[in-house]
């Protein structure tokens, strides 16, 4: 069965500072990967997703992630945060075939300090 | 092009009370996911529609929720009768025949049960 691990709940950082929100999937067939951010009191919107192809994927609002199969990680990376990048942010995945149910991890609260 | 719509955007009810739950997906899109997210849980898959047809219910946590999607439009879920343990956001996602791997989200309903 496919999992998704978010390492951290919570990540505080200052304004203009790089960030790397991480994650790690498992599963034994092809994935899709996807970003997810909910900002406070909306719904999620989609960041970026990885399909095929390459590795490196980039985003709105200046995120890119990459796709790393060796390590089994899909982390999300933005070289200088913005307070409007405060939020909560899902990393999830789907096996390819069958209903492509999304799986997500626990979230991410970034906190983005001025 | 108008979003997923869900309806309403919040709903506090007390135990034993039924709540139904609308979401009206991207037009055009026969795939329609539900989704909760229980608090300080991550978001889980609930059921799959394509069109009015259930693909996957295996996320349905028991036989007090009752899904539908008659005539392969808006979905409801209906929870009767509702527990505390049902406090949640529900979030409703939706996704065209041709590339469902890409779903796109509801701003959720904020459940609340007393």
């Known amino acids: 069965a496919q999992s998704v691990t978010q390492l951290d709940s919570q990540v505080p950082v200052f304004e203009e500072a790089p960030v790397e929100l991480r994650c790690n999937y498992s599963?034994?067939?092809?994935?899709?990967l996807f970003w997810y951010v909910q900002y406070p009191n909306q719904g999620l919107q989609l960041l970026l997703k990885y399909l095929s192809g390459s590795t490196l994927v980039k985003g709105i609002n200046g995120f890119e992630a990459e796709f790393n199969k060796s390590q089994t990680s899909f982390h999300l990376r933005k070289p200088s945060v913005h307070i409007s990048d405060t939020a909560e942010y899902f990393c999830?995945?789907?096996?390819?075939?069958?209903?492509?149910?999304?799986?997500f991890g626990k979230g991410t609260k970034l906190t983005v300090n001025p | 092009e108008a979003g997923v719509t869900q309806f309403p955007s919040h709903s506090v009810i007390e135990k034993g009370q039924t709540v139904t739950l609308r979401c009206d997906p991207i037009?055009?899109?026969?795939?329609l996911y539900w989704y909760r997210r229980v608090m300080g849980k991550e978001i889980k898959f609930l059921l799959h529609?394509?069109?009015?047809?259930?693909?996957?219910e295996s996320g349905m946590p028991n036989n007090r929720f009752l899904a539908e999607r008659t005539g392969g439009t808006y979905s409801t879920l209906k929870v009767q009768p509702a527990e505390l343990e049902d406090s949640g956001v529900y979030f409703c996602?939706?996704?065209?025949?041709?590339?469902?791997?890409?779903?796109?989200f509801g701003p959720g309903t904020r459940l609340l049960v007393l």
């Open positions: 037009s055009g899109h026969d795939n």
């Open positions: 599963s034994s067939v092809s994935v899709y």
């Open positions: 999830a995945g789907s096996s390819q075939g069958g209903s492509e149910k999304l799986v």
């Open positions: 529609f394509v069109k009015e047809s259930k693909q996957d």
């Open positions: 996602a939706s996704s065209p025949s041709g590339r469902k791997e890409t779903q796109y």
